[in-house]
């Protein structure tokens, strides 16, 4: 069975104190890592998509990595609008097709000014 | 573009009701997609349609159902309601081809029910 496992559960930084988030998983054969942002009351909203081990994304503040057990989600230099849960999920190889994403229970990151 | 439409946004019943949930996808978008999150458990997947089938089903017992109707909208049934169903269901779409899954999910921002 498909499995994600992200830490820490929550994470504080002052403003500007970069850091990363981890992501650990487990699947048969993977099709996609895939991180996404989810701001309170809302629901989650697409970041990055990673193929394969070696990959890097980048969008503003954060860069998302990928090796074949983990991802990383670095945010550099944040700022209190990057204060939001980040989820990260796979999607497996499966016979026909499916968009089906395994979660996990994401990261609650609050960034202090 | 308009995005990820979800009715109702919140609601509140009875233990050993019914509720009706309804998705109205981004125009375009074929498969739609419902997950259910609690604080505990996180973001589980309840099933996939494409094409007003259900192309994926995840460990929920059979009181959840759904369907999708021919202009992709779907709507999701929860029968019997007990205390632990109380959640948040969002509803995903994406713009995908029959041969090449994206991943890429467009949420809605969910109906909140709370059951009693």
């Known amino acids: 069975e498909d499995q994600v496992t992200q830490s820490p559960e929550a994470l504080r930084l002052q403003e500007g104190e970069s850091s990363s988030l981890n992501c650990s998983y487990t699947v048969s054969g993977l099709r996609g890592l895939f991180w996404y942002r989810q701001d309170p009351g809302k629901g989650p909203e697409f970041l990055f998509t990673?193929?394969?081990a070696g990959e890097e994304k980048e969008k503003e503040r954060l860069k998302a990595t990928l090796t074949k057990k983990e991802s990383f989600l670095h945010i550099t230099a944040p700022k209190p609008e990057d204060s939001a849960t980040y989820l990260c999920?796979?999607?497996?190889?499966?016979?026909?097709?499916?968009?089906?994403?395994?979660f996990g229970k994401g990261t609650k990151l609050t960034v202090n000014p | 573009k308009a995005g990820v439409t979800q009715t109702p946004r919140y609601l509140i019943k009875t233990r050993g009701q019914q509720v009706t949930l309804s998705c109205s996808p981004i125009?375009?978008?074929?498969?739609v997609s419902w997950y259910q999150q609690t604080p505990g458990q996180g973001l589980q997947f309840l099933f996939e349609?494409?094409?007003?089938?259900?192309?994926n089903k995840g460990n929920f017992p059979g009181r959840f159902s759904g369907r999708q109707f021919s202009n992709s909208r779907s709507e999701m049934n929860v029968s019997t309601l007990e205390l632990g169903d109380s959640a948040l269901y969002l509803c995903?779409?994406?713009?995908?081809?029959?041969?090449?899954?994206?991943?890429?999910?467009?949420f809605g921002e969910g109906s909140r029910l709370t059951v009693l």
């Open positions: 995903a779409s994406s713009l995908e081809h029959r041969t090449a899954n994206t991943g890429e999910l467009f």
């Open positions: 349609y494409f094409s007003e089938t259900q192309r």
């Open positions: 999920a796979v999607q497996g190889l499966t016979r026909g097709g499916s968009e089906k994403l395994v």
């Open positions: 125009s375009g978008h074929r498969s």
């Open positions: 990673l193929y394969s």
